[in-house]
């Protein structure tokens, strides 16, 4: 018996919940607890583990069903609003709803959902190439950018008044991992379903891998984090392991080696994955505070325990899967495991400290911190 998917597999049944969307019920994850809704990000993040994981196939594909439902302007929604609309500023979590459903489709081979949803997902994908709201649209070079000095449309959000912490407007890395990945998606499931576009899009995925070159950052031996309208960012984070980790290959063998590398040395803790390397400018070891100082650190050096599934993600493909790297990774992860006894929930929490001792933080139990150990413990097989 697996006690440790076990025990997983009990606290990811804690935020799968009911949601009606305009008038039909449904279901969907709650983010965290005790603070935070059913963001779209998260879920399509967390559905991984959290539902094929679990095989929970019909409350996967009702939480997909739920989001393409909600989509508007080619967007699926960031959060929906416990009263009112749902709020729609996020660059991200419609290129993830792309990946959840190859997921969930490669998990079930359900092309009834598939032909479903695929008139919606066209139309999103047209969205992004002709312009959409908040300054999302491809250029030239096939990136995706996306925002501006005075937004945050990426899972590093955080924004106090009109101080956004880590500005990532422009071409992110991650964003454009995504953006490759959904545009390759498109093309396969419109091969499936017989539609003309199926070529389109690999050609214009074959466009975007080109212009993703300019990501390489050679003198670090990694990718630039986000190309903005003023240059390149070169600090060193944790986001283009989201890229390496995608089912389509943005970057080649020897880069992802060297960017696996360069995380494991700067960015890697036993609870997670840094969100900044030490050393740089606004980094911070330790998160608390006032709501200055709490989200001045969110994403600026703060753990985040669900990179580790990326991270696990591009170290077995760098390293292969073996008795012996399922050993290292088994290692890895026990540090996370024991904290499921931490708080008395046997969950695993939202963030941890950048520096010894880490100290966990945030909401006790995270959906996404959840899903992604577990997908990583049963897929890896790393049970003894």
């Known amino acids: ?61 009702a939480m997909l069903q739920t989001f393409v439902a909600g989509m508007r302007h080619g967007l699926v929604p960031n959060l929906f609003a416990e009263s009112g609309d749902p709020a729609y500023n996020t660059v991200d979590a419609t290129l993830w709803l792309f990946v959840a459903l190859r997921r969930y489709l490669q998990a079930t081979g359900d092309m009834a959902l598939v032909t479903d949803v695929w008139p919606a997902l066209r139309e999103s994908l047209e969205a992004h190439l002709a312009g959409t709201d908040f300054g999302i649209r491809m250029t030239e070079d096939g990136l995706l950018t996306a925002g501006d000095a005075s937004t945050q449309l990426t899972w590093m959000d955080a924004k106090v008044d009109d101080w956004v912490v880590t500005p990532r407007h422009g071409k992110a890395v991650e964003i454009n991992g995504l953006w490759y990945n959904a545009l390759r998606i498109g093309a396969f499931l419109a091969d499936k379903l017989a539609d003309p576009s199926a070529a389109r899009y690999e050609a214009l995925a074959r466009r975007t891998r080109t212009g993703f070159a300019q990501f390489w950052y050679a003198e670090g031996g990694y990718c630039y984090d986000v190309l903005r309208p003023d240059g390149p960012d070169a600090a060193l984070r944790p986001n283009q392991l989201i890229a390496c980790a995608l089912p389509y290959h943005v970057l080649g063998p020897a880069q992802r080696r060297s ?3 360069q995380t ?59 008795d012996d790297t399922r050993r290292q990774a088994r290692a890895l992860l026990q540090p996370l495991v024991a ?14 400290d950048a520096e010894a001792p880490y100290a966990p933080h945030g909401c006790p139990a995270q959906a996404w911190s959840v899903g992604e150990l577990l997908r990583c413990w049963v897929h890896y097989k790393l049970a003894h």
């Open 264 to 322: 494991t040395a700067h960015l890697l803790t036993p609870y997670g994955l840094r969100t900044l390397a030490p050393g740089s400018e606004g980094y911070c070891a330790h998160y608390g505070g006032d709501r200055w100082a709490r989200d001045g650190a969110y994403h600026q050096g703060t753990v985040w325990p669900w990179l580790l599934g990326p991270y696990l993600t591009t170290w077995f493909d760098v390293m292969g899967v073996s």
């Open 259 to 261: 960017i696996l590398e």
């Open 339 to 352: 904290h499921l006894d931490d708080a008395g929930l046997g969950s695993i929490s939202e963030i941890f």
């Open 1 to 61: 018996e697996d006690k440790v998917a076990a025990r997983l597999a009990l606290a990811a049944d804690q935020f799968i919940v009911d949601r009606t969307v305009r008038g039909v019920p449904s279901r969907t994850i709650i983010a965290g607890y005790p603070w935070f809704g059913d963001w779209g990000r998260d879920t399509m993040i967390a559905l991984f583990g959290l539902t094929l994981t679990t095989r929970r196939y019909a409350d996967c594909r």
